[in-house]
């Protein structure tokens, strides 16, 4: 959705709008060619990876200072948080399970 449209691989279709033909016709030309979209999964996991190298050896200060949490990924936190609540995990499937398994490998120090 949003992400799409951000990078001009996608339009809009957002409900209950009305847009003139223009409008129409300048999302169009904005509009990529298929060859060149980037994959949104490699997208979401070089973010996930950079966002784990940077925010696991924050939350490991974190536990060492009683200093107040200072989020770098709200998006990789709320993802291990979840990882974290659920009583059975399987392995991971995804290339988002395989950063989040990552993260708590690096955290617990299993590089």
Not at 5 to 24: F, I, P, T
Not at 43 to 62: F, G, K, W
Not at 83 to 88: C, G, L
Request: charge should be positive.
């Amino acid at each position: 959705g949003r992400v799409k449209e951000l990078l001009a691989q996608g339009v809009s279709s957002q409900r209950y709008q009305d847009k003139d033909r223009e409008q129409e016709q300048r999302e169009k030309a904005r509009m990529l060619p298929f060859h060149q979209h980037i994959n949104l999964d490699l997208l979401e996991s070089c973010h996930l990876i950079a966002s784990l190298l940077l925010e696991v050896p924050n939350m490991a200060a974190e536990r060492q200072s009683n200093a107040r949490p200072k989020v770098i990924s709200k998006y990789l936190r709320k993802l291990l948080d979840y990882y974290q609540k659920q009583a059975f995990n399987g392995p991971p499937e995804t290339t988002r399970d395989y950063a989040v398994v990552a993260a708590r490998s690096l955290s617990h120090g299993n590089w």
